[in-house]
């Protein structure tokens, strides 16, 4: 994985730019090699066939799905994910999180405080910035069981209710109860306000260029939900995004 006694990394991104600065950071440092920029799409689609590396390093640039987030966490356990971007929800960093990524850069770093924020990442230890950690320990937290999660994650795709029956397989009934439980225990008043939550929650990208909130593929379950500090009556936008500064 190293190169001539240098920890390698694979960098997940469109952006042959931002990959070559970069590796010109890297050279400079003399401690990191760039083994590999995997075109986003295809890397993160199908990680089993990246080259082994010390770290995995995901721009966030461009469209990250929760999904694709949990699915490398899962396929390169032998070394850290960390994600790289300059703005992010709260929603989705708290999930990526949850998923197991072990660091959260801000594309903005300073050149030596990102060599240093990869060592610690590098070392088996995590690496928040103070602001994104002190937002996720305030953040109104709500736990799911699995069947509750599934159904915030369905209704984030737009489902209807017997579009959500066929899904889980189960009873148009069901799903009305599974509906109004989550009522009571979100404080929100209807579909449309549970609906603004679960796009909040279920996101498929970490920039504001739109796309198919849904997670590709079986249908995850959401063990918690996170909402905005007024849960159930608030106007904040759902377009809610962390800009992470050190």
């Known amino acids: 994985m190293a190169n001539e ?124 910035t103070k602001q994104l950690l002190d937002a996720v320990l305030a953040a109104n937290r709500r736990s799911l069981t699995q069947r509750e999660g599934q159904v915030v994650t369905l209704l984030a795709r737009g489902l209807k209710n017997k579009e959500l029956a066929y899904e889980l397989g189960i009873g148009e009934g069901s799903v009305k109860v599974y509906l109004s439980r989550l009522y009571k225990k979100l404080g929100v008043n209807d579909r449309f306000q549970l609906s603004l939550y679960a796009l909040r929650n279920v996101v498929n990208t970490l920039t504001s260029s739109g796309g198919d909130p849904s997670l590709e593929g079986s249908t995850p379950s959401l063990r918690t939900l996170i909402l905005p500090p007024a849960a159930g009556g608030g106007s904040e936008s759902p377009e809610r995004r962390l800009q992470f500064r050190r």
């Open 5 to 128: 006694g240098k920890s390698g990394v694979v960098f997940f991104s469109h952006n042959r730019l931002m990959a070559e600065g970069l590796n010109s950071v890297f050279t400079q440092s003399g401690e990191f090699v760039l083994v590999e920029r995997c075109d986003q799409a295809r890397g993160l689609e199908r990680p089993g066939a990246v080259q082994p590396a010390d770290i995995m390093l995901v721009d966030t640039g461009t469209v990250v799905t929760l999904a694709a987030v949990r699915d490398l966490c899962q396929s390169v356990r032998y070394c850290p994910v960390a994600l790289w971007g300059s703005a992010i929800s709260l929603e989705f960093a708290s999930h990526a999180i949850e998923l197991g990524v072990r660091g959260i850069i801000p594309s903005d770093i300073e050149v030596a405080a990102l060599i240093d924020a990869l060592r610690i990442i590098r070392s088996g230890k995590l690496w928040f």
